[in-house]
């Protein structure tokens, strides 16, 4: 009896120690991860957001790789908007006026891509007192010059067609928005992405493209279900967000009602996520508490949880707005010094590419 309580006293010592060489090898691992900057957007700061001038800014000014946000259109094409809405960047609501749903938004699914791309696009603004007031007043001034919404194969064209004209290779970021709203249209968005993905060249693990979504169950699935069976295994990004946003919808009864995040935050949260996906995105300040202050830097342990279980870390949004850097930053350049530096992250989303890609190549 003895000898059998010892041996099983042993193994359990190995299996400890086996998984703790694992976790330690995932960290050191992380340590080689080549630290980028992902063009949120495009060239945001400086051009409309997802517009082709932005895009082509954002890969002159360095960017390792450029965010598509993509939605579904009512036949089935995909295009590239941050908002399965189209009236807070086009004049949709001047051309189409009875096209507005109950909750008087222009949806993107309720219109072809021919109507889509008859609307001027511009860059984002709200409806304040029966007016339009731009949401970043310092940036590009809206309604000047033309911008127009373009596919998301359009986009890749020329991404892949800059990389063969300038010998560079700068890699995609695409989003799947909201597959939750899309399939209770009946659309199946996550489809269709993979499959512009694998026509042109993005099947693997090595090729420059992360796919990111905040939908759990959608990330899930597509580890699961879908790469499998397109023969598909490229690197899976979990998006996290507060559960009080609604940036994920669950239908129980008909009815759609939050997904909770909660989970993500918990001890096993990241040990979980690392079961599907290789990398999370969360909300900068995830990793460094809002309270924080230059003398006290509050840095939670998602990075730290994150890495031992091999993922990426690639949190968004670093902005030089009035007002968007943090008070625990002196400006922009310390702000990416302690994410980077202090905090660890693997890279960021950035409105303002050229400032992050001279930062890291100081």
């Known amino acids: 009896m003895k000898k059998i309580i010892g041996l099983l006293v042993m193994l359990a010592f190995v299996g400890c120690s086996t998984t703790s060489v694992v976790k330690e090898k995932k960290v050191e691992d992380m340590k080689s991860v080549k630290k980028i900057v992902v063009a949120h957007r495009g060239a945001s700061g400086y051009l409309p957001e997802h517009s082709m001038a932005a895009k082509s800014m954002a890969y002159a000014m360095g960017a390792d790789y450029i965010e598509q946000d993509v939605v579904m259109t009512k036949d089935n094409e995909l295009v590239v908007l941050h908002d399965h809405y189209l009236d807070r960047v ?6 189409y006026p009875d096209r ?8 993107a699914i309720d219109f072809t891509l021919k109507e889509i791309k008859s609307l ?5 603004f709200n409806i304040k007192d029966g007016k339009e007031v731009a949401g970043f007043p310092e940036r590009f001034p809206i309604w000047k010059s033309d911008f127009k919404v373009h596919t998301f194969a359009e986009e890749i064209e020329l991404i892949q067609g800059l990389n063969k004209s300038t010998g ?17 249209e009946g659309k199946d968005i996550s ?7 694998k026509k042109y ?5 090595s090729d420059l493209v992360y796919l990111q979504c905040f939908d759990p169950n959608e990330v899930m699935r597509l580890k699961e279900e879908l790469l499998p069976k397109y023969g598909m295994d490229v690197k899976l990004v979990q998006l996290i967000a507060e559960t009080s946003w609604n940036e994920t919808m669950i239908y129980i009864d008909g009815k759609a009602v939050p997904y909770s995040y909660d989970w993500m935050f918990e001890d096993k949260g990241m040990e979980k996520i690392s079961q599907y996906a290789d990398g999370i995105g969360p909300w900068k300040p995830m990793l460094v508490k809002e309270e924080s202050t230059r003398d006290n830097l509050i840095i939670t342990n998602m990075v730290v949880d994150a890495h031992r279980y091999g993922m990426e870390v690639h949190p968004y949004t670093f902005r030089l707005d009035e007002g968007r850097i943090p008070a625990y930053a002196t400006d922009f350049e310390d702000m990416l010094d302690i994410f980077y530096n202090k905090v660890g992250v693997d890279g960021v989303f950035t409105d303002f590419t050229d400032r992050a890609v001279n930062f890291l190549n100081r």
């Open 90 to 95: 086009t004049n949709v609501a001047k051309v």
């Open 120 to 124: 001027k696009m511009t860059e984002g």
């Open 168 to 184: 560079k290779n700068i890699g995609i970021y695409p989003e799947i928005k909201a597959p939750w709203f899309h399939r209770h």
């Open 191 to 197: 489809v269709e992405v993979l499959k512009v993905l």
């Open 201 to 205: 060249g993005y099947t693997k693990k």
């Open 100 to 107: 507005k749903r109950e909750d008087g938004r222009y949806y």
